[in-house]
C-alpha cells in the first residue's frame, strides 16, 4: 500500500495533521507484544491487531484441546512474534491512507464553526423572529411584546 499519491497532494498544515491522526489511530507495538507474550497461544494479540478469524481458532485450539493443543499454539505465537513488527506497519499505513483521504474529502467544504461564523446572517441570531420582525434582546426582563405576539 503506497500512500505518496494522497500524501503528494497535501499542504504542510494538512500533513501535520494527518501525522498527528496517525499517532493517535496507531496500534501500539508495546501492546502487542506484551499481548503476545502474555496471551499468545489463546490469540490475544491476534484480537487487538483485528486479525478475528485466526484469533478465535488459537482460542479454541487451546481451549477444546484440554491444554494438549497449547504447543501447537505456542509454536503459532512464536512465529507471530516475528511477523507482529509487519502487522504494524499495514495498520500504520492504513490509518495514514484512510487520515489523508478524509483530509481531501474535507479540503472543499465550508467551515461549520458557529462560534466564528460568517456570512450575510452570522450577527442576526436574536435579531429578528421567524417573520422578520426585531425581536430585542432575548436576554432582557422587558420582552413583552415578543410574549405577547404569540
Known amino acids: 500500500m503506497n500512500n505518496q499519491y494522497y500524501l503528494s497532494q497535501l499542504t504542510n498544515d494538512e500533513l501535520m495533521l494527518v501525522n498527528s491522526e496517525v499517532q493517535k489511530r496507531k496500534k501500539s507495538a508495546a501492546v502487542a507484544y506484551i499481548l503476545c507474550v502474555l496471551l499468545g497461544t489463546l490469540g490475544g494479540h491476534r484480537y ?3 486479525k478475528i478469524g485466526s484469533a478465535i481458532a488459537m482460542t479454541l485450539i487451546s481451549v477444546l484441546t484440554f491444554g494438549f493443543g ?3 499454539t505456542g509454536i503459532w505465537t512464536i512465529v507471530d512474534l516475528f511477523l ?3 502487522w504494524l506497519q499495514e495498520d500504520q499505513n492504513s490509518v495514514e491512507e484512510e487520515a489523508a483521504k478524509e483530509v481531501l474529502s474535507r479540503r472543499g467544504m465550508p467551515n461549520n464553526n458557529f462560534a466564528g461564523q460568517a456570512g450575510p446572517y452570522a450577527n442576526q441570531a436574536y435579531t429578528s423572529n421567524v417573520n422578520g420582525q426585531p425581536m430585542g434582546n432575548p436576554n432582557s ?5 415578543d410574549q405577547n405576539q404569540y
Open 141 to 145: 426582563t422587558n420582552n413583552n411584546q
Open 70 to 72: 497449547l504447543i501447537v
Open 48 to 50: 487487538y491487531m483485528n
Open 84 to 86: 507482529i513488527a509487519g
